[in-house]
């Protein structure tokens, strides 16, 4: 059934719905699938231009995946070696595999991809990059311009595509060697894939799969018809599944958090003339008391209705994220904090010091609601503190421009430590999106510079770790406090309850339907 025939029938739904009538979903065995979980790319399916970052790329192979549990298993590669001086990958590749257009993955297919991606003019970074080549046909040699060992992310996460077919329309007609190949894709509405006849890895039961691109109301009526099988829920929405349908609570590391200003409002601007700095909370005092004085349970219970949990660092429950850089909610201590640095009370409540007000806009992207709940709530508990952050919702291009001088509720959360790197690295700061605070501090620097020069991933914990907290300092709310992390929410979804999606990962942030990540696993579960 096409979108729009779904949303011709929601009126129906709707009118079921308001006599407590609902659909269940049917248990006879299904080949093909329906699912609604959001995250249609804005420049289709070519990961040399982002897509699969944040997800299985699904319709290209990676080098290497990761298992339920984050232990990382071959895929096109069979094995892989990196140089004692940490400046080059050799990996060797299975020999069997084959695009959807029967054609075979060769080496040079994956050198094409990597060298490809660098100047392709998308979101990813392959700076380090200095070359990849093909040394036969299942062997690629990978040379960096300096140890990096985050370009192992690379590995998971950029999908091969076909050096001899590779085009300017390729985002729209994707080929590559993984589960599925792309049926139709009818742009704002939906997706339709079916399986790769030339997939060398375990097929799913599933031989097609529509994916739906409507909003949550629309997705929900939609499942409540039984048209759809699986479904991303809102916070809001969470707790009533439909019959014949399953609640599936995914953690995650898809956070919320608040970024600082870190220097003083002195006239400095950006290379486009916005405006850099903020005289509130450039003071460590200040940033440090928001730290001790948000009640992040409080915010999980009223902005996320429970969905979440709290945050304190950027990669929580993550290998390379520090547990003791955690804090306790104390709003004494903050106080404390704030009377100590000579943040007085004024006539009104709000702190003044000298003649700069305690008050400052806290943004975030307009059509977010789930934004907006976190900051209405997080400013009514500044209030007790003396502190004013005033709500404002706007468009990511006005908060572009205003970043640098203004709080923002931003969303991270990645399975690569490197973007932990790009939020507190002093010489990325204001670059894009990455350290819009221009967070700077010399020991965190260090850290990150140990971090990449490790012999393995493995290795290089430590040095993340104390880079959040060694200690005595770090980027955490312990140390400088360059954020304010708040929640990391749940990834709720309502499940056909025919259908087992066996176990899931820890999901990163929610571009890019990280629920398929495991999607060769899922099965039909009813007689």
């Not at 699969?52 to 990676?62: A, D, E, I, M, V």
């Not at 070696?81 to 595999?97: G, H, K, Q």
């Not at 509405?189 to 079916?194: A, C, G, T």
């Not at 907006?372 to 952050?389: C, D, N, P, S, Y």
């Amino acid at each position: 059934m096409t979108t729009m025939a779904i949303i011709r029938n929601l009126s129906l739904v709707a009118l079921s719905l308001t006599f407590g009538l609902s659909t269940p979903a049917l248990a006879a065995p299904k080949s093909e699938l329906v699912l609604a979980i959001g995250g249609e790319p804005d420049q289709g399916y070519d990961p040399l231009l982002d897509w699969g970052r944040y997800g299985h790329p699904l319709f290209q192979s990676t080098l290497l995946t990761r298992d339920a549990q984050m232990n990382v298993k071959p895929d096109l590669a069979t094995q892989v070696a990196l140089s004692d001086d940490r400046l080059t990958w050799t990996i060797a590749l299975r020999s069997d595999a084959k695009f959807s257009d029967g054609t075979p993955v060769t080496a040079e297919d994956v050198a094409f991809t990597f060298n490809k991606a660098k100047t392709a003019g998308g979101a990813l970074d392959l700076w380090v990059l200095k070359q990849a080549r093909a040394i036969d046909d299942t062997t690629v040699e990978i040379t960096l311009s300096e140890p990096w060992i985050t370009f192992s992310e690379f590995l998971f996460t950029l999908g091969i595509v076909p050096s001899k077919s590779y085009g300017p329309d390729y985002s729209r007609h994707p080929v590559g060697s993984g589960p599925y190949e792309m049926v139709s894709w009818t742009e704002g509405e939906q997706l339709i894939v079916k399986q790769n006849p030339h997939y060398y890895g375990k097929q799913s039961p599933f031989e097609r799969i529509t994916f739906l691109f409507t909003g949550d109301d629309t997705s929900l009526a939609a499942t409540h018809a039984g048209q759809v099988d699986v479904v991303s829920v809102p916070a809001p929405s969470a707790d009533a599944p439909p019959a014949g349908f399953k609640q599936v609570v995914v953690d995650s590391v898809d956070n919320r958090g608040m970024s600082f200003p870190m220097l003083p409002d002195d006239g400095k601007t950006t290379s486009d003339g916005y405006p850099i700095g903020n005289d509130v909370t450039s003071d460590l005092a200040i940033r440090q008391a928001i730290n001790l004085g948000v009640d992040r349970e409080q915010i999980v219970e009223v902005a996320l209705f429970g969905h979440g949990t709290p945050a304190y660092g950027p990669a929580d429950g993550l290998p390379w994220s520090n547990p003791k850089a955690a804090i306790a909610h104390d709003p004494d201590a903050a106080r404390a904090l704030l009377d100590a640095a000579g943040w007085a009370a004024g006539s009104d409540g709000i702190r003044q010091k000298d003649d700069v007000r305690a008050s400052f806009s806290l943004i975030y992207p307009a059509s977010d609601s789930t934004r907006q709940a976190i900051v209405v709530t997080v400013a009514e508990q500044l209030k007790a503190l003396g502190i004013e952050a005033i709500p404002q919702g706007k468009s990511w291009d006005v908060i572009e421009r205003e970043m640098q001088a203004s709080p923002v509720l931003f969303g991270w959360g990645s399975h690569n430590p490197l973007e932990v790197y790009s939020l507190y690295q002093s010489s990325w700061a204001g670059q894009a999106l990455y350290n819009p605070g221009y967070f700077s501090d010399p020991d965190v620097d260090a850290h990150f510079a140990a971090a990449q020069a490790a012999e393995s991933l493995e290795a290089s914990y430590p040095h993340w770790q104390a880079a959040e907290w060694d200690g005595e300092s770090g980027f955490s709310a312990k140390g400088k406090a360059g954020w304010a992390w708040l929640v990391n929410l749940d990834h709720i979804y309502y499940v056909n309850e025919c259908i087992d999606l066996g176990a899931t990962q820890i999901e990163p942030h929610g571009h890019g339907w990280p629920i398929t990540s495991m999607i060769q696993n899922w099965k039909w579960d009813c007689e």
